[in-house]
């Protein structure tokens, strides 16, 4: 089949780049692997999740929130607004449609030859969890984040959360609000932040350079938080709006899982070195039982394993979504990509 634009990935980047090519009057066509758009939060987020932005940095181009969305947009509410775009926009992605190389789509095999390549398959596309001596046997329940939903179901167990981004500080509090035992591995250091802070610095960083947009969010977060290295928090000694803009690390949001830590209620573990049945071995050579363990370890991306530009059958490829900017850097993108293509497009007709 040969089109003009195939976009790979139905997530909010593969859908506001439709919209974008669409208002330029370019057709293009979205390929999916899952059965459904939004995948990753229809199908791979946890219950109580909410944006971390307020909803001015995470709409999608063209249209707006509806009036009285919260301003920080419940998990559900983010889905309807995906929901209305898809609706408004007609878009129709074709989905079980696994991109495994450049140039064939799984399954029937089938192959798309496109003049304008863009890659939306997000930079959570694969689970990511590390090997730890023995835990092939460990005898209780493994998962990965994005498969946790609640800590209802883990009321009155022993659970150990690996990894301390906005991800597992989130699950870890979920869990002792359920009535879990709880425990956090904390191995490096990171800024913890309140989502006030990061609205404020946002609307800053037009205004004021970033050294100065940090100094004001680690004064507030100092007197907000005061000195956390007794609880085994330590900050990084660059700036949290210089860590994301310069190497798209995110500080975490708390939301209120510092408190459980200063009460005691979440315990912050250490490096693990082996599990051995249900023992888990720390490097401070202190060793715990546990019935679950939450890999809160992150994601992969998976392109490097079916994009390889020697088999491209198309002309330019783009990429939307692949910035570590969140939802701000998808909008921005997929507008860019389509002005580009746009201008392209007619250049090629004018020498026509
Ligand atoms: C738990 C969580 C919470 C987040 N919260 C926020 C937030 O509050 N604010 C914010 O700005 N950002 C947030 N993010 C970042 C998030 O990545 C973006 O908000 C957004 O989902 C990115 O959209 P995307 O379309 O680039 O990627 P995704 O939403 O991951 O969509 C990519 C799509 O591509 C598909 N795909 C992947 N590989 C292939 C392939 N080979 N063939 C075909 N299809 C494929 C996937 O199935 C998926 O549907 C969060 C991320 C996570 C994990
Ligand atoms: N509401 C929201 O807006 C939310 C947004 N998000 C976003 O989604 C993205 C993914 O977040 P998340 O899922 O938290 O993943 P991240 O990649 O941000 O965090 C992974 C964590 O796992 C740790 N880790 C990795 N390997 C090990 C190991 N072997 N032992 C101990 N710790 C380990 C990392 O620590 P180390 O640094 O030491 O490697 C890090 O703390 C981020 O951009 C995040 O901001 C996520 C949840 C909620
Ligand atoms: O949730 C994320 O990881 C994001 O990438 C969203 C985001 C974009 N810019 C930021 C600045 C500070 C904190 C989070 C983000």
């Not at 035992?181 to 404020?200: A, C, D, G, Q, Y």
């Not at 975490?252 to 408190?259: A, E, N, S």
Request: glycine fraction near 8%; charge should be positive.
């Amino acid at each position: 089949m040969e089109e003009v634009v195939v976009i790979v990935g139905a997530g909010p980047a593969g859908l506001a780049t439709f919209t974008c090519l669409k208002q330029l009057n370019i057709p293009s066509i979205v390929l999916e692997r899952e059965d459904c758009y939004a995948s990753l939060w229809k199908k791979r987020s946890y219950d109580r999740l909410k944006l971390h932005l307020a909803k001015q940095f995470c709409s999608l181009p063209h249209m707006p929130y509806p009036p009285h969305t919260p301003t920080f947009v419940p998990r559900v509410e983010f889905i309807k607004y995906i929901d209305s775009y898809v609706e408004k926009f007609d878009i129709n992605p074709k989905y079980n449609r696994s991109i495994e190389s450049s140039n064939l789509v799984s399954g029937d095999f089938e192959r798309y030859i496109a003049k304008f390549l863009v890659v939306a398959t997000g930079e959570n596309s694969k689970d990511f969890i590390p090997q730890i001596p023995g835990m092939e046997g460990f005898e209780g329940h493994i998962l990965h984040s994005s498969d946790f939903k609640s800590g209802k179901e883990f009321d009155g167990k022993k659970v150990l959360v690996v990894g301390c981004g906005n991800s597992g500080m989130e699950i870890a509090y979920d869990l002792s609000n359920h009535g879990a035992s709880t425990s956090i591995v904390i191995r490096s250091p990171f800024h913890i932040v309140n989502k006030e802070m990061i609205w404020l610095g946002m609307s800053l960083l037009s205004y004021l350079p970033l050294w100065l947009v940090d100094s004001i969010t680690l004064t507030l977060a100092r007197l907000i938080y005061g000195n956390l290295t007794k609880y085994g928090l330590h900050r990084p000694t660059r700036g949290p709006f210089e860590l994301k803009v310069k190497l798209g690390r995110s500080p975490v949001i708390d939301v209120g899982t510092v408190g459980k830590i200063k009460q005691g209620k979440i315990k912050v573990c250490p490096e693990m070195t082996k599990i051995e049945k249900n023992n888990v071995e720390f490097n401070n050579g202190e060793i715990q039982q546990f019935d679950a363990l939450v890999f809160a370890t992150g994601y992969q991306s998976t392109t490097n394993k079916w994009l390889k530009v020697y088999e491209l059958v198309a002309h330019e490829i783009y990429c939307t979504g692949l910035s570590r900017r969140g939802l701000a850097g998808v909008s921005f993108d997929a507008q860019k990509v389509a002005d580009d293509i746009a201008l392209i497009l007619k250049s090629e007709k004018r020498q026509n």
